[in-house]
């Protein structure tokens, strides 16, 4: 009878145990495992490398092989070090107008000062947006997704920075403008006034010619091509086309991946110690 007891004890216990949970959500107190169905989520599906511009290094192209063009984008992820003026990207061109076509960087020396774009026909700068955002911390990643439309007046263009709209149009171009590309020299990590970047850069990707707005935005299929919906950067696989991509570590950033022409480095890159992926 005693025994019979015992079996009657042990079925009741089997019964009001807890179901066993399945072996990807069972991790220690305290601690996600990488194989976690959450951690699943949050990783993104693509490691992004990046590359570190010491203020005096940068990418130069004396004549980039691209047609002049209204249209012009760019998508890139720029994380700053320190107060100190910067460049990502600069055109520039032969005569009196030192910054013939756009450049865009953090200017002022000021961690709250607006990232703006600027672009010009050779004869006056008319073309602008500005991200109003900030302010833009040191060491910290920010995604930039840019695309300008001059083929009207006044232009149209779209700033997303981190996934979200934060476009300041001061665009008053009276006619529609058609900026210089073809065979200019194109510069990665500074502008013709001697701006160069300090921090790091990855995944830099410039198209002139190329317009990503439709019906004056940026579609959200088309900003997923360039940042996923957690914020991690988009494997540039899927990048449409362009004169310029950038990307990898420092053994491989500074070749030119687009149809622009090869790039020379002066100065030397090395890797970043972080990433947008991180």
Do not use: C
């Not at 910054?99 to 002022?108: H, P, R």
């Amino acid at each position: 009878m005693a025994r019979n007891m015992e079996m009657d004890l042990a079925k009741v216990w089997a019964k009001s145990k807890p179901p066993r949970l399945p072996h990807e959500i069972r991790q220690p107190a305290g601690r996600l495992g990488a194989g976690s169905l959450l951690a699943q989520r949050i990783r993104p599906s693509y490691i992004a490398s990046a590359v570190h511009f010491d203020g005096a290094t940068n990418l130069q192209n004396a004549s980039l092989t691209a047609a002049n063009s209204s249209l012009w984008s760019a998508s890139m992820w720029v994380r700053f070090a320190s107060a100190v003026n910067g460049s990502f990207y600069g055109l520039t061109g032969n005569d009196t107008a030192t910054i013939q076509s756009e450049t865009f960087g953090a200017s002022n020396g000021s961690a709250v000062t607006p990232i703006s774009v600027g672009m010009n026909d050779g004869t006056d700068a008319d073309v602008g947006l500005t991200a109003t955002g900030g302010p833009f911390a040191f060491a910290t990643w920010f995604h930039l997704l840019i695309s300008v439309d001059a083929s009207v007046a006044p232009a149209i263009g779209k700033f997303y920075l981190n996934g979200v709209d934060v476009t300041n149009n001061q665009s008053s171009n009276p006619a529609p403008r058609t900026f210089g590309f073809s065979a200019l020299p194109a510069l990665i990590g500074a502008d013709a006034t001697g701006d160069n970047m300090l921090g790091d850069m990855a995944e830099v990707w410039v198209a002139p010619g190329v317009s990503l707005l439709v019906a004056g935005d940026i579609p959200l299929a088309t900003r997923r091509k360039f940042i996923d919906a957690n914020g991690f950067p988009a494997n540039p696989t899927g990048f449409p086309a362009s004169a310029m991509l950038f990307s990898g570590d420092a053994s491989t950033f500074g070749t030119n991946q687009g149809t622009g022409g090869a790039f020379t480095t002066t100065g030397t890159l090395t890797n970043a110690s972080t990433s947008p992926s991180s």
